[in-house]
């Protein structure tokens, strides 16, 4: 495991490279750590657990959706239609649940006709890139147009809400705690699972040396296209978090999510390169960038002035992460 | 290439082949397919006046594509994500500076270049010193720009292009072409000039096919790859001053239409992203038809989900013509 996991030249001998092999998301965790500590000395309450709790469901979304794109990114591919998935899944089940009287039991349905298109896009999106060997930056470019193109045809305009039964679940509480604790909670034990399995040793394979993954008898092809299939996945059950979270509608929700997807990707330690990476980076990844808007805030930056200062922090998390791996693989 | 001696006889048929796998043949065939197929069905949509609007339509992207061409030519996954936003912010700069007045023009050009050169500067910076990838660092500079223009866009307002300037992207300057159009074709002779016939040209295609032997037989390849993404930067400035010149007024955003379209046209026209070789003239051809084929789908009478369900599925059609990657082999 350690030898796909392990970038050619990087020195693992010390015992800092070392570490840092096995937890490429130390550097993420460890501004994730230095955020919360800012947003508690500016804003005591934001580490409530109220306020975490909000921060999580507004942010789950993101998570899944980083996640999503780290699967294609473990094999070195991208998905730039990961926001177009979203968005689909998102009016797609909105209208279901709508068509089918908005029941509990509708509900669940829509969700997993949903979880249903989102394996769909992704396996689509599989067999253009991989299957066609088509360029994926570009290819999926494409077909994020098709997946709006299909959204817009089920939803023109946005507006239409979820059923209550839905977002009040997803606001809501059972047994005194919160909802989407458990999902955070599930979603955790699902990604160590999913962490274990032989698709993402062959997914890494894949993304450290494509030739020799073939050469050694992998199935190249198939393997890309699974992971694009568990892409879509994700994709469709971020999109079920975010329905949660705006109890609405919306063909476009998902398109300026797409590259936070691939930027929280990078901050939690992945290299686009392939290969080499973790979920729970991509995980820790999507809330820096989340506390990242909140510090913002509580600092009391001008409205006008929050993107700007937004951008340049994450920019520069970006740079920070990038150099400080960098350096400890060395 | 496999077919080491070719008869004689299959000389010709081999060369035929080899010309109708030439990209910018493969643009040209189909840009004049396009033109005869939006002809039938709308008629008037090949006349003189709308080709020369489809052309002015298709310098903005092509100006834009110009940098993008480099960089991508440059290789070492070189791409930039940040075009966008320079076209946006420059447009709202050259807007304020000329503010309808003539005499603003050159400043405003000359302020504009600065600003463009600036950002591609501190993107060339970040990839070469800093060794972050060009994907990730463009993709930070996106998100500084797009909060920069919300500080600028809160400050001043719009502003409006100066008539010499809407003059010169709309109205008939020499041969009945506007200027924009003779600014393109200069664009393309001084691209065409420096790729083939200048020592910087050909270092381009030196680092941007073998990295190491370039750096080993002098060219100083920091420093190229840093001038790439300054005129890159140049480049999305000179568009974002005409794209304020064809619209009269800069509008919120208005250059993130331009970001991925130009990487489509740089495919279209025959330069992998992986860089190393193909040249502007295919990229030319490839804005050309991109544009055609954005506008044929307005004349076609279906709604906008329809036009984007079959842009997108044209697109990945198209992209089947060029540049797929290589069959894995044992």
Redesign the interface.
């Known amino acids: 495991m350690s030898g796909l996991v392990a970038q050619p030249g990087a020195g693992a001998h010390t015992g800092i490279g070392r570490i840092f092999e096995r937890f490429p998301f130390l550097p993420a965790f460890v501004i994730l750590i230095a955020l919360l500590v800012l947003n508690g000395l500016f804003e005591p309450n934001s580490l409530s657990f109220g306020a975490l709790t909000g921060l999580v469901s507004t942010y789950l979304a993101l998570m899944l959706l980083a996640v999503a794109q780290t699967y294609v990114v473990y094999a070195a591919d991208i998905d ?1 239609s990961v926001g177009a998935i979203l968005s689909l899944v998102n009016v797609s089940i909105i209208v279901l649940m709508q068509l089918m009287g908005g029941s509990a039991l509708s509900v669940l349905v829509a969700c997993f006709a949903g979880i249903g298109i989102g394996l769909a896009c992704g396996i689509f999106n599989g067999i ?1 890139v991989a299957g ?4 994926p ?3 999926t ?13 089920i939803m ?1 305009v946005s507006g239409i809400p979820a059923p209550s039964v839905y977002w009040r679940t997803y606001g809501g509480r059972l047994f005194d705690v919160p909802f989407v604790i458990y999902l955070a909670v599930a979603v955790a034990v699902i990604l160590y699972v999913i962490a274990r399995t032989r698709l993402i040793t062959q997914l890494l394979a894949v993304g450290d040396n ?2 020799s993954a ?2 050694s008898g992998l199935p ?2 198939m393997t890309r296209i699974r992971g694009y299939a568990l892409c879509g996945v994700f994709a469709a059950l971020a999109a079920l978090c975010i329905t949660g979270d705006t109890a609405s509608g919306d063909p476009l929700v998902g398109g300026a999510m797409t ?1 936070n997807s ?2 929280a990707v ?1 901050l939690g330690g992945t290299a ?2 392939g290969g080499v990476g973790s979920v729970a980076g991509s995980v820790i990844g999507a809330l820096i960038i989340g506390l990242v808007n909140s510090l913002v805030f509580f600092v009391g930056t001008p409205s ?9 922090a ?2 520069v998390a ?2 920070v992460g ?2 400080v791996s ?1 350096r400890a693989g060395q | 290439m496999s077919a080491a001696e070719p008869g004689i006889g299959r000389t010709a048929a081999l060369s035929a082949e080899r010309l109708v796998r030439q990209p910018i043949i493969v643009a040209l065939a189909l840009i004049a397919a396009l033109l005869v197929a939006g002809e039938l069905l709308s008629p008037g949509f090949a006349s003189g006046e709308q080709i020369l609007r489809l052309l002015i339509v298709a310098a903005l992207l092509g100006i834009v594509a110009a940098g993008q061409n480099l960089v991508i030519l440059g290789g070492r996954e070189g791409i930039d994500l940040s075009v966008g936003g320079v076209v946006s912010l420059s447009a709202i700069v050259a807007g304020n500076i000329m503010n309808g007045a003539d005499a603003g023009i050159v400043p405003a050009i000359l302020a504009c270049v600065a600003i463009g050169g600036l950002f591609g500067l501190i993107n060339g910076v970040g990839v070469t010193l800093l060794r972050i990838p060009p994907l990730v660092m463009t993709l930070g500079m996106l998100g500084v720009l797009q909060g920069l223009l919300v500080v600028v866009r809160q400050g001043i307002p719009s502003g409006n292009a100066a008539p010499a300037l809407s003059g010169f992207v709309t109205q008939p300057f020499l041969l009945g072409l506007p200027g924009i159009i003779w600014l393109w074709i200069g664009i393309g002779a001084f691209m065409a000039f420096l790729l083939r016939r200048t020592v910087f040209g050909h270092r381009i295609y030196a680092i941007g096919s073998n990295e190491h032997a370039a750096a080993m037989a002098g060219v100083p390849v920091r420093l190229m790859r840093v001038s790439l993404f300054i005129l890159s930067g140049m480049f999305a400035a000179i568009a974002g001053i005409c794209l304020l010149g064809y619209s009269g007024q800069s509008f919120a955003n208005v250059g993130e239409q331009y970001m991925l379209p130009s990487i489509i046209a740089v495919v279209f026209g025959g330069t992998p992203l992986s860089g190393g070789k193909g040249g502007y003239t295919g990229t030319m051809a490839g804005a050309v038809l991109l544009v055609i084929l954005q506008s044929i789908l307005t004349t076609i009478n279906i709604d906008e989900a329809g036009r984007q369900i079959v842009f997108g599925a044209t697109l990945l059609v198209l992209m089947l013509f060029y540049g797929r990657g290589r069959a894995m082999r044992g």
């Open positions: 730039l253009i066609l060997r088509l360029q930056i570009v290819a470019f494409a077909t994020s147009i098709i997946f709006t193109g299909i959204a817009l045809y023109p494509q030739q073939y050469q190249v092809t590259l691939v930027a990078v686009l390169s006008e002035w929050q993107n700007l200062v937004q951008g340049l994450i920019l970006l740079t990038i150099l960098r």
